[in-house]
C-alpha cells in the first residue's frame, strides 16, 4: 500500500508540475518540490514507523509518534529550502503539497 501510495504521490505532483510550466520553470520546480516534499515525509515516515518488526505496545506507539514527527521535520526542511535557499514561488510550492497530501489520503482510503 504504500509503494502505491508514493506512485500516486510522484504522478500527481509530476503533472501539477507539468501544468505549472506554462507560468515557467521555477514554476514547475517549485509545486513538484511540494510534492517531494510530502513524498519523502512518507518514505522517512514509514521507514521509522514499520521497520522494527513486531514489538510491544508502547514501543509501537513511540515509533509511530517519531515517525509522524519526523515526517513533518522533512517536509518543513524541504519547504523551507525551497522558499528560502532556492527562492521558488510559494503558491505552487503549497499547492504541491496540498496536493501531495490529498492524494496520499485518497490513495490509503482506496484498497
Known amino acids: ?8 504521490q510522484a504522478g500527481a505532483a509530476a503533472i501539477l508540475a507539468l501544468l505549472f510550466l506554462l507560468q515557467g520553470v521555477a514554476h514547475a520546480t517549485s509545486a513538484l518540490l511540494g510534492g517531494v ?7 522517512v515516515s514509514a521507514r521509522l514507523m ?37 527562492r521558488l514561488p510559494p503558491l505552487p510550492l503549497l499547492l504541491g503539497l496540498v496536493l501531495g497530501l490529498g492524494v496520499q489520503m485518497y490513495a490509503m482510503t482506496r484498497r
Open 37 to 43: 516534499a510530502v513524498l519523502l515525509g512518507g518514505i
Open 1 to 8: 500500500m504504500a509503494r502505491r501510495t508514493l506512485a500516486w
Open 50 to 86: 514499520v521497520g522494527g518488526g513486531v514489538q510491544p505496545a508502547a514501543s509501537v506507539l513511540v515509533r509511530w509518534f517519531i515517525g509522524a514527527l519526523a515526517k513533518w521535520v522533512v517536509v518543513g526542511a524541504v519547504l523551507l529550502s525551497g522558499l528560502v535557499v532556492w
